[in-house]
């Protein structure tokens, strides 16, 4: 998956849904930063999301590159709570990185 954009689902590897069901924010609220404008700065490199009625969170394919202490967390945080993580086939404008 080093090239690839993937989708980390909100379910995990035996199919049960992750509780809470407000994850996503909390991982993405881990991941916000103060800019120089002293304002909140949400990473371009991850995006929330609901596939087929699931919320999911979308990393970018140069993260691990870009962002590798951000990519770290992510990808332990799934492979810490078992979540099924798929090559995110989505392209051009739907595309992320």
Known sequence: MDQESFII????????????????????SSLT????DR?????????????????CLVVARNMEQKDPEAY?????????????VVVDRRHGDRALG
């Open 39 to 55: 304002g909140l700065m949400l990473r371009k490199n991850i995006q929330a999301c609901i596939i087929e009625g699931e919320k």
């Open 33 to 36: 930063a103060f800019g120089e």
């Open 9 to 28: 689902q909100g379910i995990t590897e035996d199919g049960k849904k992750l509780r809470p069901g407000d994850w996503i924010d909390r991982v993405c």
């Open 72 to 84: 770290k967390f992510v990808m332990g945080f799934a492979s810490s709570n078992k979540l099924k």
